[in-house]
């Protein structure tokens, strides 16, 4: 019995060195950790192939049976969670990231205007960094709805993003306020592409009931300006629904940090 | 509770896993490493007796060897057991996860440059981790207890190969030291471990069911602000490396309490509550929960006025 349960702890090591070294290879990784990560995640799993490894050849210590119990619970999880991603279109299909990340055009052309390609949480944290910052500028941006009755009350919904610093653990939902005329009927959870400008709002106006989004169950968005949309697009989920932007990005130059996905 | 409600929490939960195993392993492959190589009577015999010096050496090593939280309860168990005095081992278990260079730089960054963030940040963890430590010696006055896990896990000798020990060659006997000291980071990987699974799950529970609304609502005042803050650092679980560009991400409260949500958060969360507890004697590892949060609090409430 102590054998098998010795066997099996080594297993479930192995079996997460595995696992990461697996996940690290395919797009889904972007779904739970920050991709600039993957280094990190590559070097533990080979760690974890080696010490496990050499604890099935020479297993060290006692038995617990319920450490046993929570890694089988842990490899329960990470199927599930697995499972979960893939039904999105972030697939598990092994492809590989590519090398060399070509720098998109920050800028897109539509009637004839150039919009900046920015997200909701970059907006946030522009907006934050510089709140009187380029109310002359246009966006066109991607985000998914959130309404709430405060927002209902002002008119406006939520365009949010949900932003990871460095796993989901810490994944907030970001955005700002849109309102427009003839803005098509949407629901909480469409997935829009707003074109537009921002305005202050003539006073900030603190929204306290938003909520999660299904992405991520905490939103925050920005109280001192709303984004008048130009016009609204629905659109499908993308293949990478997080955006990985740190505070000081809002400082940064308009450039897209994630490659053509990140807007 | 809908399946999507259970496909997040578990998304969550293994993105923690994700996020602290490799630091686990490192922390426990040290811990390991030092079983087996340090001269710790030695070491230890160098450690200063007065207080004052103790700390200074626990800080002086967090800020020297920098390690996550995760890593630094499994390699600070290893101390204590190897006769590290406590006021030296427990200040640095608590205090290197956030004094180390590249935290102190993490720090800097993502509150753009603001010095005192930092400073707050840096010294109200070292003053916390310092009295936590002290506090720490009386509960271990009467040495490291024999009965715990702390105990140096070897591999099974029911493993040996027939042929002994002796007749082995010099290369074999190495390559057998090494598959020791991989084995016996494994199983301190294993055991640090399942409090991690269990810290990461009850923390992804917590984020998904958490009425954030009514957070957002608390956090209106300085002293309410500080305690939901701190509240989220214990069930949020961030690693001790990004917390402060998530505290620079809650603009709506005071710089008070995004100081008290980077202090509290390296110290004490769900994961290492459970490690705490899995490591060290049952009246220590209330002594690592409960001091730091009073401290933080205190330290963080009066830093309300200092920076605004």
């Known amino acids: 019995m102590k054998r098998a349960l010795l066997a099996l702890d080594g297993a479930f090591v192995l079996g997460l060195g595995l696992y990461m070294l697996l996940l690290t290879r395919t797009e889904a990784y972007a779904a739970f950790m920050n991709p600039r990560f993957r280094p990190l995640t590559v070097a533990a799993a080979v760690g974890f192939l080696i010490v496990g490894a050499a604890f099935l050849v020479r297993p060290a210590g006692g038995t617990n049976i319920l450490r046993t119990l929570c890694f089988a619970a842990l490899g329960m999880m990470a199927l599930s969670a697995s499972a979960g991603t893939l039904k999105g279109p972030v697939g598990f299909a092994v492809k590989p990231p590519p090398e060399v990340r070509v720098d998109p055009d920050p800028y897109l052309v539509w009637n004839g205007d150039r919009y900046l390609k920015s997200n909701p949480a970059r907006l946030f944290l522009s907006v934050q960094a510089d709140p009187a910052a380029q109310s002359d500028q246009r966006y066109v941006t991607r985000g998914i709805v959130k309404r709430s009755a405060?927002?209902?009350?002002?008119?406006?919904?939520?365009?949010?993003?949900?932003?990871?610093?460095?796993c989901l653990a810490d994944a907030i939902a970001m955005g700002v306020m849109v309102a427009g005329e003839g803005v098509p009927?949407?629901?909480?959870?469409?997935?829009?592409?707003?074109?537009?400008?921002?305005?202050?709002?003539?006073?900030?106006?603190?929204?306290?009931?938003?909520?999660?989004?299904?992405?991520?169950?905490?939103?925050?968005?920005?109280?001192?300006?709303f984004l008048t949309a130009e016009a609204i697009e629905k659109m499908e989920r993308p293949r990478f629904p997080y955006v990985f932007e740190l505070p000081s990005s809002g400082k940064?130059?308009?450039?897209?940090?994630?490659?053509?996905d990140d807007y | 509770m809908m399946l999507q409600d259970i496909q997040l929490i578990c998304r969550i939960?293994?993105?923690?896993?994700?996020?602290?195993?490799?630091f686990l392993l490192f922390g426990s492959l040290l811990s390991a490493a030092v079983d087996r190589y340090a001269d710790t009577e030695r070491i230890a015999s160098r450690i200063p007796q007065g207080a004052l010096g103790r700390i200074t050496v626990g800080l002086l090593g967090g800020m020297l060897m920098p390690i996550c939280e995760c890593g630094s309860v499994p390699l600070a168990r290893r101390l204590l057991g190897k006769g590290i005095p406590p006021l030296s081992a427990v200040t640095y278990m608590l205090a290197a996860p956030v004094i180390n260079p590249v935290v102190v730089l993490s720090t800097y960054v993502a509150f753009s440059g603001n010095f005192q963030m930092v400073a707050g940040r840096v010294f109200i963890v070292a003053g916390s981790a310092a009295l936590t430590g002290w506090l720490c010696c009386g509960c271990l006055r009467a040495g490291w207890p024999a009965d715990s896990n702390c105990s140096v896990s070897r591999p099974d000798v029911d493993h040996l190969h027939s042929h002994g020990a002796q007749s082995m060659s010099a290369d074999g006997r190495n390559c057998r030291t090494v598959l020791d000291l991989l084995s016996s980071g494994a199983s301190e990987f294993l055991e640090m471990g399942k409090y991690l699974v269990l810290g990461a799950l009850a923390s992804a529970a917590f984020k998904v069911f958490l009425p954030w609304q009514l957070v957002q609502v608390l956090a209106g005042s300085m002293s309410l602000s500080i305690v939901v803050l701190m509240l989220l650092a214990v069930l949020l679980c961030v690693c001790s490396e990004a917390d402060a560009?998530?505290?620079?991400?809650?603009?709506?409260?005071?710089?008070?309490?995004?100081?008290?949500?980077?202090?509290?958060?390296?110290?004490?969360d769900l994961k290492l509550i459970g490690m705490y507890f899995g490591a060290f004697p049952k009246k220590m590892a209330w002594t690592l929960v409960i001091v730091p949060m009073v401290c933080v609090f205190g330290l963080t409430f009066l830093s309300g006025y200092l920076v605004r």
């Open chain 1, 252 to 260: 940064g130059p308009p450039r897209l940090t994630g490659g053509d």
């Open chain 2, 13 to 22: 939960a293994v993105s923690i896993v994700l996020e602290a195993a490799p």
């Open chain 1, 150 to 166: 405060q927002l209902d009350r002002l008119g406006k919904f939520a365009l949010l993003r949900g932003n990871m610093v460095c």
């Open chain 2, 245 to 268: 560009f998530v505290a620079a991400s809650f603009v709506y409260v005071p710089p008070a309490a995004q100081l008290g949500f980077m202090a509290l958060g390296a110290m004490v």
């Open chain 1, 185 to 225: 009927p949407l629901r909480d959870g469409d997935w829009i592409v707003v074109f537009g400008r921002l305005q202050p709002l003539p006073e900030a106006a603190l929204i306290t009931d938003l909520g999660g989004t299904g992405e991520v169950p905490f939103s925050m968005v920005q109280d001192r300006v």
